[in-house]
T-cell receptor, first 113, second 116 residues
Framework: GDSVTQMEGPVTLSEEAFLTINCTYTATGYPSLFWYVQYPGEGLQLLLKATKADDKGSNKGFEATYRKETTSFHLEKGSVQVSDSAVYFCALKLAGGYQKVTFGIGTKLQVIP | NAGVTQTPKFQVLKTGQSMTLQCAQDMNHEYMSWYRQDPGMGLRLIHYSVGAGITDQGEVPNGYNVSRSTTEDFPLRLLSAAPSQTSVYFC???????????????FGPGTRLLVL
């Protein structure tokens, strides 16, 4: 079946450090890929997405590129802030009708001043 | 728009009790889903609906019922609560196919449930 693999963390970084959170996937079809973010005490919200190979999603300084050859969608940010502390979920969804969204386990990011 | 709303925010139940988690959206989305979030397991789909009157099971449906009598509301019922149902529950909605943002899920703030 479809699956998403990411490390659980926590990932602890100092403010202004470079962030990479790895995400790899397996899918039976050609999925769209997503990063969702969950701030403490809140629901998930979409951070960025990409719908086809080589697409780059970006938002709030975060970027991720859809790499079909390596089945990856790694999240990066050049300079993290304390306010980026949250749990980040990688996810995939196949096209057509109602398709289940498959989530990774989530990676907790802690940014210290 | 309020988006996706959920009530209650927090609930404590005793084993064997029943309750209904409420979910409503005001975005006229056709698709709605219920997930549970557990440490180390990410989000798992419980039930989903593709429109009023249509529901189906997800990955972990046992012990839960749903109904969709209106586009706006999608309540989740726990029939006889068990400690294994202690979790955080999220409701989500999304557009139907053919719309530009069809693939984005909009989540409610969650209900934290503790079953003793």
């Amino acid at each position: 079946g479809d699956s998403v693999t990411q490390m659980e963390g926590p990932v602890t970084l100092s403010e202004e450090a470079f962030l990479t959170i790895n995400c790899t996937y397996t899918a039976t079809g050609y999925p769209s890929l997503f990063w969702y973010v969950q701030y403490p005490g809140e629901g998930l919200q979409l951070l960025l997405k990409a719908t086809k190979a080589d697409d780059k999603g970006s938002n709030k300084g975060f970027e991720a590129t859809y790499r079909k050859e390596t089945t990856s969608f790694h999240l990066e940010k050049g300079s993290v802030q304390v306010s980026d502390s949250a749990v980040y979920f990688c996810a995939l969804k196949l096209a057509g009708g109602y398709q289940k969204v498959t989530f990774g386990i989530g990676t907790k990011l802690q940014v210290i001043p | 728009n309020a988006g996706v709303t959920q009530t209650p925010k927090f609930q404590v139940l005793k084993t064997g009790q029943s309750m209904t988690l409420q979910c409503a959206q005001d975005m006229n989305h056709e698709y709605m889903s219920w997930y549970r979030q557990d440490p180390g397991m990410g989000l798992r789909l419980i039930h989903y609906s593709v429109g009023a009157g249509i529901t189906d099971q997800g990955e972990v449906p046992n012990g839960y019922n749903v109904s969709r009598s209106t586009t706006e509301d999608f309540p989740l019922r726990l029939l006889s609560a068990a400690p294994s149902q202690t979790s955080v529950y999220f409701c989500a909605s999304s557009y139907s196919p053919g719309t530009p943002s069809q693939e984005t899920q909009y989540f409610g703030p969650g209900t934290r449930l503790l079953v003793l």
